[in-house]
Nanobody
């Protein structure tokens, strides 16, 4: 199983930017899909973005399309989530996740490995 460690969360004003990082270890990721999810207080965990490690195919939730960008650095075994034009409704704990089967899925249950999460708070 792959180990995931997120970093980069924090407090930012609305309209600002943050970049989250997810460092992966323990497995070769060439066949994986790596995803970002988020969970706000009292709400279910929801899909944000994902990337196929091998081919680099990306897909996003409608709520973040055009504002967030997911990318990966193969040399560093790290996935990034660049978040621009942040809104108060983006406030949540953000989790990195990995799907060893490399599918294009958006359900949390389809991702078998998870990081501990990093808090993102956007003030109005």
């Amino acid at each position: 199983q792959v180990q995931l460690v997120e970093s980069g969360g924090g407090l930012v004003q609305a309209g600002g930017s943050l970049r989250l990082s997810c460092a992966a270890s323990g497995r070769t990721l060439s066949t994986y899909t790596m995803g970002w999810f988020r969970q706000a207080p009292g709400k279910e965990r929801e899909f944000v973005a994902a990337i196929g490690w091998g081919g680099g195919t990306t897909y996003y939730a409608d709520s973040v399309k055009g504002r967030f960008t997911i990318s990966r650095d193969s040399a560093k075994n790290t996935v990034y989530l660049q978040m621009n034009r942040l809104k108060p409704e983006d406030t949540a704990v953000y989790y990195c996740a990995a799907d060893a089967l490399g599918r294009q899925r958006k359900r949390p249950a389809d991702f078998g490995s998870w990081g501990q999460g990093t808090q993102v708070t956007v003030s109005s």
